[in-house]
């Protein structure tokens, strides 16, 4: 119903900006559960319609990564997310031109001496798993040496190993940064990115790597500041440890973390006794209260990067990372009814 509205009131001929392609790896997700062609197809024809790109300088000189939205901002995470479709579709029916700018672009990427890619919690979502997957692709392990490099930099200044919670980059950091009760100020749908990110990353790496028990450290650490930051109607607010920042229901977030927790336990890491409950309520505010009759996703917080006391969050509001983000977490819960 969800994904069928979305397709039906939206083409896929748009850019392979992170919006879009975070709507793609959901869509990607009920695919592999449904074998659906159509939904296949829609990805397909959105992959197409970018030459199997992001950004599409050829001038490798001229290549950054900081924030934009030219074609110059090749090796800016935004731009990346899109080649974990283009993953998915190649392991489908596998055609070299399908990954062959994903291979290019990493490639280089993993070949500088630079580590720090990934300075906003978003990125750690768009572009962690772009970098299991090619180590699945081509066997290099240098793509998961990066991806712990990259990590540990994001880590250094945006990790709080004290709430075990992520700001949403380095201007959020308490103390310079508060929320309105002085606290804290952790934005959902950030540490819903990173959340679910951490779930694809374990999902596609090696039981053997180095590093996998800081990474689950990390991911089970978050899952109980998650279920201990949730309210009682099953959602969390966009500011998750105060409520009172910016009040009310956010689906983005809360699809992420549901997500999360349900691919926890499926996957036997979290401990149904403890985390199940939050799980369903997660799921329960996703189908009562943010999905609409027609099958719109409602309650989705607009593009931003933070918690903005006053902005106007309610059932019209929708987007198509939100959409993919409800689709997530509904496979999931599928997976968990049907395990």
């Known amino acids: 119903m969800v994904n069928h509205y979305w397709q039906a009131n939206n083409k896929p001929q748009v850019?392979?900006?992170?919006?879009?392609?975070?709507?793609?790896?959901?869509?990607?997700?009920?695919?592999?559960?449904?074998?659906?062609?159509?939904?296949?197809?829609?990805?397909?024809?959105?992959?197409?319609?970018?030459?199997?790109?992001?950004?599409?300088?050829?001038d490798q000189s001229q290549w950054k990564y900081q924030y934009g939205e030219?074609?110059?901002?090749?090796?800016?995470?935004?731009?990346?997310?899109?080649?974990?479709t283009y993953i998915d579709l190649y392991n489908?029916?596998?055609?070299?031109?399908?990954?062959?700018?994903?291979?290019e672009v990493m490639g280089y990427q993993i070949n500088t001496d630079k580590n720090n890619y990934w300075w906003w919690a978003d990125g750690l979502y768009m572009v962690m798993p772009v970098m299991t997957k090619l180590y699945k692709l081509?066997?290099?392990?240098?793509?998961?040496?990066?991806?712990?490099e990259y990590l540990t930099y994001s880590n250094s200044i945006m990790y709080d190993k004290k709430a075990k919670l992520y700001y949403r980059d380095a201007k959020y950091v308490y103390p310079e940064h508060k929320s309105s009760n002085g606290g804290k100020d952790f934005w959902a749908r950030g540490d819903g990115w990173v959340f679910a990110g951490l779930a694809k990353v374990l999902k596609d790496l090696p039981k053997n790597d180095p590093h996998r028990k800081d990474y689950l450290k990390i991911y089970k650490g978050m899952a109980m500041a998650i279920i201990n930051s949730q309210q009682k109607g099953g959602y969390w607010t966009r500011s998750m440890l105060d409520p009172q920042h910016a009040p009310g229901p956010e689906t983005s977030g809360t699809a992420f973390f549901t997500?999360?927790?349900?691919?926890?336990?499926?996957?036997?890491?979290?401990?149904?006794?403890?985390?199940?409950l939050s799980a369903k309520l997660g799921w329960n505010y996703l189908t009562q209260t943010s999905l609409q009759?027609?099958?719109?996703?409602?309650?989705?917080?607009?593009?931003?990067?933070?918690?903005?006391p006053g902005q106007i969050v309610d059932a019209k509001s929708t987007a198509n990372f939100g959409v993919g983000a409800f689709l997530l977490a509904g496979c999931e819960y599928y997976r968990f009814l049907t395990k």
Not at 259 to 276: A, C
């Open 138 to 148: 081509t066997g290099n392990k240098k793509f998961l040496e990066k991806l712990h």
């Open 259 to 276: 997500y999360g927790l349900f691919w926890g336990i499926n996957n036997g890491i979290l401990k149904e006794r403890r985390f199940l």
């Open 70 to 84: 030219g074609d110059d901002y090749v090796l800016f995470g935004d731009w990346q997310i899109c080649f974990q």
């Open 15 to 58: 850019r392979a900006f992170w919006d879009h392609a975070a709507y793609h790896t959901g869509n990607m997700e009920i695919y592999q559960l449904t074998k659906n062609e159509a939904y296949r197809k829609y990805s397909e024809d959105w992959a197409i319609y970018n030459n199997w790109m992001g950004a599409k300088s050829t």
């Open 92 to 103: 489908i029916q596998p055609d070299e031109q399908k990954i062959a700018r994903a291979k």
């Open 293 to 308: 009759k027609d099958g719109r996703v409602g309650f989705v917080q607009p593009i931003g990067e933070k918690a903005i």
